[in-house]
């Protein structure tokens, strides 16, 4: 029996403690150990993360997190924006603050200098603040407010930015939160104190409006990145040299796969022929599988009657941040730009009646769409205006929908096993149960759709984690990210349930009883987008693909002009064998073409000179491993084709 003082705090391996009332997270961690409570950066406290100095005053279920947690890592780096602030506030006196969050990695603040300015060569300078300052051993200190006291203490500071943000709270939910002479309108968490910060590095600076909003004033953002060791640091900067190496935009200028022109406009790829070749190969790849999957081919147009995506919805939706309407000479004929395949997929279904039996209809296909992106949101290929979707959109019945799940994840799982992408998990996105009212559809269809994909993830053996009221509003979804060479997560391939379509397109299909029905809608890209997959491929590869996949798979060298008639020929041969490459017929010494041929990451390299063409033979070197000897052309073509087959299954 507990004293009505003490509250029954639960751990997350079910264990429970009783503490006095008002325990902080902090304490929890020092009554376990000394180690945990050093390390200890926040506390989640009933599923939401809490300072861990916050008193708890209820019984509850408790998790303290750390630097291994990513909400703890959110906590420590959100607080030492607030420290960038300080240091900004001690070295520019009148700086105003807008906003300051965590990223994924790091953090930024958004700031009014007024009449100063910062650029790169300041960031050493701020730098040495923050750590001065850190090793204050300043305290994060919560405060709730008034919005009235919250008003007059700013006003009285002069920042009307936090002035704007106050106006859009509501009383009773403000608090402060001071550190040194710093203090902020924020709602927190942060860790407890600046000590637990040792290294700090200000990684860019860039100009961002205010709110997003172009009509605002430009500020300053000033992005950075902290850690609770040095040496963290300095393995974080490597990783970052490394990074700037496998740019994508990099490599596709240095491997001749991409590129982009003012005349064309901001955001529109141009492929050159290496990156259409790549292209066609992802997409060849795919069809296949797609074929064997029982997927069938459709294509539609790049544009669509504006009445398409009023009855789809999108222009309800996206209208105003999209292309607007293209006008004909016909007054009364507007057309959008296609921003997305399913509303044309919904009218190709409808092109005949349906019954239960033609159930599942898989419509697959590779469509280009369109969608404004303000220019400075623009980022290589993999934030662009116009891009190709490996689109699908399975029709089926509620009955079906498990097993047309099971079939998309292990096309999904295909997809990244052939590319290399062996690290991966899966976040299940459903409804909000607290909120039921805002999503469309049945409650019996949604729970069966959630359940299905519960079990179709766990009989795939994914790695998963659930996230309530994620799901889209029309569907819940599973949602596949990969982490790459470099650590990096990103979101690759998505499944998504659709009820409302299917209800706006009014379509339907005639069951075993002879009355009409819903079909279900189940959207699936295992890409992504072409554009982005791409650009994601060439810095998880550093631009050394899988050999089925190289533009060029081949070099084919030879030693002087003399033997270029023979080169020619081997070319040739080997174009029969479907192995691409190209002959150098330049001018330059063969120790030349091989470093040349190295450094664009061809796979093979082919030399020909008296003794190969007299013999009908290639000495063959291979990236990465040196020579391997001479062989027969038709034997080099066998080696090739095995060494195609041994990395590449099929589906």
Not at 95 to 121: N, W
Not at 576 to 593: L, S, T, Y
Request: glycine share 8%; proline share 5%.
């Amino acid at each position: 029996m507990t004293d009505s003082s003490e509250i029954k705090i639960t751990l997350p391996d079910g264990s429970e403690r009783n503490y006095p009332q008002g325990v902080t997270g902090l304490e929890i961690a020092l009554s376990i150990s000394e180690g945990l409570a050093r390390n200890v950066l926040a506390t989640k406290v009933n599923g939401e993360v809490w300072d861990a100095t916050r008193p708890i005053e209820l019984d509850a279920s408790v998790k303290l997190l750390t630097w291994n947690d990513d909400e703890g890592k959110a906590a420590f780096w959100h607080s030492s924006a607030h420290l960038l602030a300080e240091a900004l506030e001690a070295l520019y006196p009148g700086v105003k603050f807008g906003t300051g969050p965590s990223l994924e990695k790091g953090f930024y603040y958004d700031v009014d200098l007024g009449e100063h300015t910062i650029s790169q060569e300041d960031f050493p300078k701020i730098e040495a603040k923050m750590m001065e300052l850190a090793r204050l051993k300043s305290t994060y200190t919560r405060q709730p407010i008034s919005k009235a006291d919250a008003v007059s203490f700013f006003t009285e500071k002069g920042d009307q930015y936090k002035l704007e943000l106050i106006e859009g709270l509501e009383d009773g939910s403000i608090t402060l939160y001071t550190q040194g002479n710093f203090t902020d309108l924020c709602r927190g968490p942060h860790i407890p104190g600046t000590s637990i910060i040792k290294a700090a590095k200000l990684t860019n600076v860039a100009g961002a409006y205010w709110r997003n909003n172009q009509e605002n004033k430009m500020l300053t953002r000033i992005y950075g990145i902290t850690f609770p060791k040095q040496k963290e640091l300095d393995e974080y900067l490597t990783l970052i040299e490394e990074a700037k190496k496998r740019d994508h935009r990099k490599l596709g200028k240095e491997l001749e796969l991409f590129a982009f022109s003012e005349k064309v406009g901001q955001g529109l790829p141009l492929w050159l022929p290496k990156g259409a070749m790549l292209r066609e190969r992802l997409e060849g790849f795919l069809r296949k599988a797609q074929l064997r999957a029982g997927y069938l081919p459709v294509v539609t147009p790049h544009i669509g009657s504006k009445a398409l995506y009023e009855t789809s919805g999108h222009w309800e939706k996206y209208g105003k941040d999209s292309f607007q309407p293209i006008r004909t000479p016909d007054s009364d004929e507007e057309y959008m730009l296609k921003p997305m395949n399913c509303p044309h997929h919904c009218e190709i279904y409808k092109t005949k009646p349906r019954s239960y039996r033609d159930l599942p209809l898989r419509l697959a296909e590779f469509g280009t769409v369109y969608r404004y992106e303000q220019s400075g949101e623009l980022h290589g290929l993999t934030r662009v205006r116009g891009f190709t979707q490996d689109d699908a959109h399975i029709f089926c019945r509620p009955d079906q929908v498990k097993e047309e799940f099971i079939r998309v994840i292990d096309l999904v799982l295909y997809v990244f096993r052939s590319l290399g992408f062996n690290d991966y998990s899966a976040q299940i996105s459903l409804r909000d149960p607290e909120n039921k009212q805002k999503y469309i559809g049945k409650d019996e269809d949604w729970d069966k759709a959630e359940q299905a994909i519960i079990e179709a993830s766990a009989e795939r053996g994914l790695s998963t984690v659930t996230e309530l009221g994620e799901a889209a509003f029309y569907g819940p979804k599973l949602d596949f990210m990969v982490r790459d060479a470099l650590g990096r997560k990103w979101q690759l391939g998505t499944i998504q349930v659709d009820y409302q379509l299917p209800q706006r397109f009014n379509l339907e299909y005639v069951g075993s009883d002879n009355q009409k029905y819903r079909p279900v809608m189940i959207h699936r890209a295992p890409f992504g987008s072409m554009e982005r997959f791409i650009a994601i491929l060439i810095e998880n590869s550093a631009g050394q693909f899988p050999l089925w996949l190289s533009p060029d798979q081949i070099a084919i060298l030879p030693i002087s002009e003399k033997y270029a008639d023979y080169a020619e020929e081997v070319f040739f041969n080997l174009q029969d064998h479907d192995i691409r490459g190209f002959v150098d017929h330049r001018d330059e010494k063969i120790g030349r073409k091989i470093r040349d041929a190295e450094v664009t990451k061809v796979p093979f390299m082919l030399i020909v000179g008296e003794k190969e063409a007299a013999e009908g033979m290639v000495s063959v070197r291979r990236k990465n491993e040196g020579d391997l000897g001479t062989m027969l052309i038709a034997d080099f073509a066998d080696y090739f084709q095995k060494e195609i087959k041994n990395n590449l299954s099929t589906f």
